[in-house]
């Protein structure tokens, strides 16, 4: 009751603040990344290397064993000894996803010296030019995000089928059709042009933030233009180009639709194998085999990247 009689209004947050002795507010927060990634990515994990230690069955799902938690601890006990490595070995053994293997990291490592022979350029020339054309350019190279990934595939077998547009541009100034579609080539265009933003804006975050002093300090000490650049410019840009590599490179390996409508049958990818195993053959067992493979396979990438960033911030 307060002095005049009234009685006070009730606070319902009294009380919820944190206890004497237990972690803060910032401590509980920083462990909402590692929350995060346990929900969204390790239990994920877990159930496809799960699936990949299965046996093929004829049944819905078309795999087993199948963890029974009524049975209680001799249920768990019979289902962590059916487990095995037969996936494993059945990669081991047959030769395709072998071909598979090395044709995706093939075609994922061509494509990503093309797209840095491409992309360096572009990055360069946006982070030299004003700021008002600057961000004009910008825009352009975000521009293609506002339409859909499907949609802008589609397109290039419009431009490149053999009655489509390129071949009709070339007979009219006079040249031979071409045969691209369902090759190779068309699997390096749509590559290319699909993940080209990806190394762009990495390039260009970095080499827009290096001091004009340096190339006229560099030019001062008797560089050429060349020099400069080579010297100074393309090392003090290594983690933008290492940056734009990864977020090409990782996930080019796994592509399906590229492959899939610009390749043609053909084409031999791991995403396609993936595709296959799951939803034609309905071997789950073996297509999550490949799927922890090709995983394991990317985090040796990511990991050379994190001890180069390590050693950068060591030498600062």
């Given at each position: 009751m307060s002095v005049t009689g009234a009685p006070r209004p009730r606070r319902p947050w009294k009380g919820l603040g944190r206890p004497r002795g237990s972690p803060s507010w910032g401590a509980r927060a920083a462990l909402l990344p590692y929350l995060w990634l346990g929900l969204f990515f390790l239990v994920p994990f877990l159930l496809v290397a799960k699936?990949?230690?299965?046996?093929?069955?004829?049944?819905?799902?078309?795999?087993?064993?199948?963890l029974d938690w009524s049975v209680g601890l001799p249920g768990l006990i019979a289902f962590v000894r059916a487990l095995d490595f037969e996936a494993y070995a059945r990669m081991g053994q047959?030769?395709?996803?072998?071909?598979?293997?090395?044709?995706s990291l093939k075609f994922a490592a061509v494509a990503t010296f093309i797209l840095l022979l491409v992309?360096?350029?572009?990055?360069?020339?946006?982070?030299?030019?004003?700021p008002s054309v600057r961000q004009a350019?910008?825009?352009?190279?975000?521009?293609?995000?506002?339409?859909?990934?499907?949609i802008r595939v589609y397109a290039w077998i419009a431009i490149l089928?053999?009655?489509?547009?390129?071949?009709?541009?070339?007979?009219q100034i006079g040249l031979p059709p071409v045969d691209i579609l369902n090759t190779d080539?068309?699997?390096y265009i749509g590559l290319v042009y699909a993940y080209l933003p990806f190394m762009v804006l990495p390039l260009y975050a970095v080499l827009e933030r290096q001091e004009a002093g340096l190339l006229e300090a560099a030019a001062d000490l008797g560089c050429t233009?060349?020099?400069?650049?080579?010297?100074v410019t393309f090392p003090l840009s290594i983690p933008g180009v290492m940056a734009g590599a990864l977020l090409c490179f990782i996930p080019m390996v796994g592509e399906f639709v590229i492959p899939d409508l610009l390749g043609g049958s053909g084409t031999l990818m791991l995403g396609k194998t993936i595709w296959t195993e799951f939803f034609s053959n309905r071997d789950w067992p073996a297509a999550s085999a490949v799927a922890i493979?090709?995983?394991?396979?990317?985090?040796?990438?990511?990991?050379?990247f994190q001890r180069q960033q390590t050693k950068m911030m060591e030498q600062r």
């Open positions: 699936l990949s230690l299965s046996d093929v069955v004829l049944a819905i799902p078309p795999y087993a064993p199948r047959d030769g395709l996803y072998l071909a598979a293997y090395l044709s992309g360096y350029p572009l990055a360069y020339g946006m982070a030299r030019c004003r350019l910008l825009m352009a190279v975000i521009l293609p995000f506002w339409t859909s990934f499907l089928k053999p009655a489509g547009l390129l071949n009709m541009l070339l007979a080539t068309a699997v233009p060349f020099q400069s650049f080579w010297r493979v090709l995983l394991a396979t990317l985090v040796i990438p990511i990991v050379l």
